[in-house]
């Protein structure tokens, strides 16, 4: 093929997708500009996402042009929607300008070609404030996917709060295996899932004291040099808030979707809407809402409480046109089997909150599975 024929090739996968409030393809609609393609075939173009634009059109477009045969890898620059200027208060109590957020200022999630090269879907577990259960979701996700004959692995990606170790019942140190500068770390196993956390590798009441580089260091270690092997799922324990973990996650690897936890009171709510906001700006689809600490009923006499409120996961839900994947009852079972290392799908299957947890996780999958399998 001539320069002017791979072009030409690139240019019609992307007129193959379209803009959806617009009906014009990506090209026809002036989104793509300065397309490029050296002779390792690498390709790179910008893209000027629209505001109204769905979060995953920019993978519908690496998607494209990563299925032409010739093609080695696709890195796009995605310019965000502009916005008007932040009124921010300056250290004397007098108004200053501020940026706001402008086009760039979020950088563009390019994943490396061939890092988890073996690993079929990655999810990321995810929540807008810490307390509401977003690693209790991302343990029995995966153990329950393991128990149903998955190979699973699950990443302990909450730096600051690495609780995967005492709910999987784990206290060892994972193994360093290789040549000098060559050297993996072994995943631990428990449950059936192969695990990696920094709390494997910490003193018990050892605080985890760094800055942001260095957290985003300690990602690339753990989805690089780790020897995860093969894997139909792994799971991603993100750090609440919308800092650098979920950054730097997006821009190493392809992530499939994430999975937002809530509980039901407001406040929960309102940041999650705000992580949900964030994932969407780095073109991230998410899988659906799952509400935790939901509706408890009582052992003894059968009434139903909602302590933190009813309904708030599934309202947000409707409200931002998301699958809503389940609540998770307030349940002891889920305490005493944290507490005792243990993950509530396996040791109370048959607890509320343990049936919750599995319909949840098999939708979860089911959502990541089902897109593949169409392609």
């Known amino acids: 093929m001539s320069e002017v024929e791979f072009m030409q090739s690139v240019t019609d996968a992307l007129r193959g997708i379209t803009q959806p409030s617009t009906g014009r393809d990506l090209l026809e609609g002036g989104q793509v500009q300065d397309v490029k393609i050296d002779d390792a075939g690498n390709v790179s173009f910008g893209f000027q996402l629209g505001a109204e634009d769905p979060g995953d059109l920019v993978k519908a477009a690496r998607s494209a042009v990563d299925q032409l045969d010739w093609v080695t890898s696709v890195k796009i620059n995605v310019q965000l ?111 059936g899932v192969r695990l990696m956390s920094l709390g494997f590798l910490l003193e018990e009441e050892q605080p985890a004291i760094m800055r942001g580089p260095l957290i985003s260091g300690i990602l690339k270690q753990f989805i690089e040099q780790v020897d995860w092997g093969p894997l139909d799922l792994m799971v991603v324990d993100m750090p609440p808030g919308t800092g650098d973990a979920q950054l730097s996650l997006v821009q190493t690897v392809d992530v499939d979707g994430a999975i937002m936890v809530t509980t039901p009171q407001a406040v929960a709510v309102g940041d999650v809407r705000r992580g949900v906001k964030m994932f969407e700006r780095v073109n991230t689809r998410i899988i659906g809402i799952v509400e935790n600490m939901g509706v408890m009923t009582c052992p003894g006499c059968d009434a139903t409480i909602d302590v933190f409120g009813e309904g708030g996961g599934e309202n947000l839900a409707v409200e931002m046109g998301l699958p809503f994947l389940g609540s998770v009852p307030l349940d002891p079972a889920v305490r005493l089997s944290g507490d005792a290392g243990t993950p509530t799908v396996r040791s109370a299957p048959d607890s509320p909150a343990a049936k919750a947890l599995m319909q949840i996780a098999a939708q979860a999958f089911r959502s990541v599975r089902v897109p593949a399998e169409d392609a």
């Open 81 to 191: 929607p502009q916005q008007a200027p932040e009124q921010a208060r300056g250290p004397g109590g007098g108004r200053s300008e501020g940026r706001g957020l402008q086009p760039g200022s979020v950088p563009a999630p390019t994943p490396k070609p061939g890092v988890l090269s073996s690993v079929d879907h990655v999810i990321a577990v995810s929540s807008g404030k810490g307390g509401v259960g977003k690693s209790m979701v991302a343990v029995n996700l995966a153990a329950a996917l393991a128990h149903e004959g998955l190979r699973v692995g699950l990443l302990d990606a909450d730096i600051y709060g690495p609780n995967v170790p005492r709910m999987f019942g784990e206290t060892r140190r994972p193994r360093v295996t290789g040549e000098k500068g060559t050297e993996m770390i072994e995943p631990l196993e428990s449950h």
